[in-house]
DNA sequence: TTGCATCCAATTGTATACAATATTTCCATT
DNA sequence: AATGGAAATATTGTATACAATTGGATGCAA
């Protein structure tokens, strides 16, 4: 059944495999032929989208995905690292030994799985959302999860290839020892690294598609 | 005209006054005849605020203003420490000198207003979101609007009197100094111990209330 | 009195119809 | 040929009607 939580839900994904490329415009009436229901769940959906602000609605015009310039990626990159940053610091208090082990099997796993890319981004993003939710902050989780939306924004993953993959992991241990042994200090430096490594990609790889 | 917008934003105006509690059912067909449009605008409104974390919504069911317990409260304001006091740091690097003497004015004028808690909360306010734009983020800026929706929750100022007024100018003064001087830690830390004294304030506050 | 099943009222979820507005097209005028 | 403007079209905004679901009320039986 095709309710307004799963059409949004869909849109998110379309946006992700590309079907809906940044730029382009949501029109109701063909999102509503799309998925086969009437306009009325797929306007609150883009409403939802809108006030995470990966949609841009003019009134009486419609809405249209948000097209991120290079300055305002780097903004997002920035804002990425103070959260992710701030929640590996608390995370290093609150962590429970169970989700110490999560991380450090999803970290294994994502290893195994260098070669299929979209594993290895299911695996990361379980990784990073693990940690924010060790923070043991609703506003942050919150935050932290509009974020990532906006993230999806940017398109494919970064993590294409095997070395690269294996850069990842290694910052991601840095990160899982400093959680361990609850030093906040290094979790937050070694996260912040991982951002700047991260963002450092994506802005090559942001290079290389235009 | 009351459009979809202007009823979201009198929703949260009607939450501030107290008119909506926390913990009230939100009825469409009730609002629908209160601001004399119909349900559909109500909706889109509620699925906003919805997703704005300021409504609980469950599904055949309805919304209800979301009450925060004390933990909530604590942790709203541990995200807010976070915003803010990474605002500051970056706004003492990118603050304008206009944005500087806009920040001096406010808390003159928030002084000169210490008889009315409800100008001074106005003056308050300005000030924060003065900071939060100062720090060219626009992600920051709209993970903090949204957080400052969910404050609204928690009711009415806690800037109540001279006394308490005195202290937080004195306390913006520290703020405004280190972004002239374009210190980040030290700004960083001003706000830090600033919002300290707002937490122990507010959780006062609700303790007197219950 | 309590437990349970059933029905009814209240309320949300969706579809559709209509109104208002923006955009485009096309023609007339310069 | 360029421009301005008016009509036509496309699209959103709102209202309303109907379907589906829930929560409670009612009544019956143990």
Redesign the interface.
Known sequence: ML???SIYEQILLSIESGALQPGCRLLETDLANQFGVSR?PI??AI??L????LVIHK?RVGAELRLLTQQ?IV??Y??RT?LEA?ASEMAAKHASSSELRTLETLNIQMFEAATDPNEVAIYNRQFHICIINSA?????S??YN??SH?LILLGKTTLENEKRVQDVTDQHEKIIDALKSGSKYEASQAMREHMEASLDHRLKAVHINV
């Open positions: 309710t307004t939580k009325t306007r609150e409403r939802t809108e006030s995470e602000g009134p305002e903004e997002l920035e804002m103070v701030t043991r902050n609703r506003f942050l919150h935050s509009s974020l906006s």
